[in-house]
């Protein structure tokens, strides 16, 4: 029997993408339509932005852990959370967490060790950019990382916030975004995250002139590989 993947939701856009990833590719474990047994669970989005506008991390942390207790009352062995901002309360919520978790950013960590990156972009809200989300992380294993400069990151917010979380995707967007990624690769950057969830929406390796880190697709690759350890390697 696979485990039981339960989905602590924020912004619906990201969530989705997470748990469709996860329905589809499970099919490489288990078999032609088969997947884990899924439960989600997503609090009105505007309850976290009230929080994270105050800069009340607890609160976003007391959020996640009503989600949490709400998802392992419906069996959930293990948890992920499909969104970078919010990881800024993850120790807070890890220590009293009724069920463990995958962390997105040490997933993505893993991720561009084994293909070898050293120099990584990262790309994201205002609030995860400017946390230690992703440089611990990153650090931890010894990799370098750019941020965005002031302005980049002000309009990189907008267009997260503004358009992607509503399912808005313009070629505006894209095309600033690969004005910023190309100048992270100018500096040196030879990878970039997609450290929002919606961003892979509407970025990839197709249209990146770095190769792309999905944290979204990565998260809910590595909580499939949880979940059936013992079957067939997911691909």
Sequence with gaps: MSQHIGIVGCSAEGAALCYQTICVEGAKALGPHAHPEVSMHTPSLSDYMACIYRNNWDGVGDIMLASAHKLAKAGADFLVCPDNTIHQAFAYVQERSPLPWLHIAEVVAEEAARRGYRRIGITGTRWLVDSDVYPDKLTARGLEYLRPDNTELGEINRIIMDELVYGVFKLEAITYFQTVIER????????????????????????????????????????????????????
């Excluded at 040196?188 to 999905?214: F, K, Q, R, Y």
């Design 184 to 235: 992270m690769k100018g500096r040196g950057c030879d990878a970039v995250v997609l450290g929002c969830t919606e961003i892979p929406l509407i970025m990839s390796d197709s249209n990146s002139p770095l190769p792309t880190l999905d944290s979204t697709r990565l998260l809910a690759r590595a909580a499939l590989a949880k979940a059936t350890r013992g079957h067939a390697a997911v691909h």
